[in-house]
């Protein structure tokens, strides 16, 4: 490891502690990823983005200090936030290691412990992101009013402005809105990580799966769910398994699968274009 001065003296400030190396650290989609070692022998990552947008870093320290309540109850464990200002976050190292399936059953259960910590309701005090768009968090009273008006429609009409759905595929899935209050099983809200994605799931070499990378709120738990079954997850069959165990999912969830994917397909949608809604609405078209 070598010293980047400018990173190393942004992290001093925010720390209080000296930086003796610092290395790049490769896989960044947004933010530049800096691997610190400090005098006092914490290594720690370091997540910069110049001119991020307004709060956008005090919103994943926010997400992950929330999650964070939950690991002392049995919850899936997520970096310790050291840091963060405007254009940075600073996170406790963790190393990686290798997915197994006792680590999976782990995540099942901690999962569900998570889920089950709860939400003062459905949303959040405050706005955030997923990837670099805007995340709506504005409470409402009910799990269907909030996924079709802060996650489905927002996003749908971003994607149809960009020219990334095609208005035959916009209104297929805007045809489901009116379905979901019957499709979907009210719940409490529970405590999402809110882009849990396998890109977002670590596999520490100590052992245990760890979250990063949130976008959270308080939701319906089968979107954590169907999110981890979108892009695959090793063992994935193994953690639902461990988190029904743990906690029962209510009946039908298989069937509802598809129908908490069109929220991040959506996303992907106005991040990427490609055939990203066209898979929402094939999908839309089944519960149309």
């Not at 290395?23 to 400090?38: E, H, N």
């Not at 892009?231 to 193994?238: A, K, M, Q, T």
């Not at 029962?248 to 069937?255: C, F, S």
Request: net charge negative.
């Amino acid at each position: 490891m070598t010293r980047q001065p400018l990173v190393a003296r942004r992290a001093e400030e925010l720390l209080g502690s000296s930086v003796v190396a610092t290395a790049p650290i490769a896989g960044g989609d947004i933010s530049t990823a800096t691997r610190l070692r400090l005098s006092n022998g914490t290594t720690a990552l370091m997540k910069t983005l110049p001119h991020a947008p307004d709060g956008f870093f005090a919103a994943e320290a926010t997400g992950l200090r929330w999650l964070a309540e939950a690991t002392a109850d049995g919850g899936v464990a997520v970096p310790e936030v050291l840091g963060a200002d405007d254009e940075c976050v600073i996170l406790r190292w963790v190393e990686p290691g290798k997915s197994s399936v006792d680590v999976a059953t782990a995540l099942g259960r901690e999962l569900a412990a998570t889920h089950a910590a709860g939400a003062p309701g459905f949303g959040l005090d405050s706005d955030g992101f997923i990837g670099r768009l805007p995340l709506p968090n504005k409470p409402a009273e009910t799990w269907a009013e909030f996924y079709a008006v802060r996650r489905l429609l927002p996003y749908l009409r971003l994607a149809r402005d960009r020219g990334a759905a095609a208005p035959g595929q916009a209104a297929t899935v805007e045809a489901v809105v009116p379905r979901l209050a019957e499709l979907v099983p009210e719940e409490p809200p529970a405590r999402l990580h809110g882009d849990l994605w396998n890109g977002n799931v670590l596999w520490g070499l100590d052992g245990r799966a760890w979250l990063i990378d949130p976008a959270a709120y308080g939701g319906h738990r089968e979107v954590d769910l169907a999110m981890l079954a979108l892009f695959g997850l090793p063992h994935l069959p193994r953690v639902l398994d461990a988190y029904a165990e743990a906690t029962p999912l209510a009946d039908g969830w298989a069937d509802r699968v598809g129908l908490h994917q069109l929220f991040p397909l959506l996303v992907h949608a106005c991040h990427f274009g490609g055939g990203y809604a066209a898979r929402a609405a094939d999908i839309a078209s089944r519960y149309v």
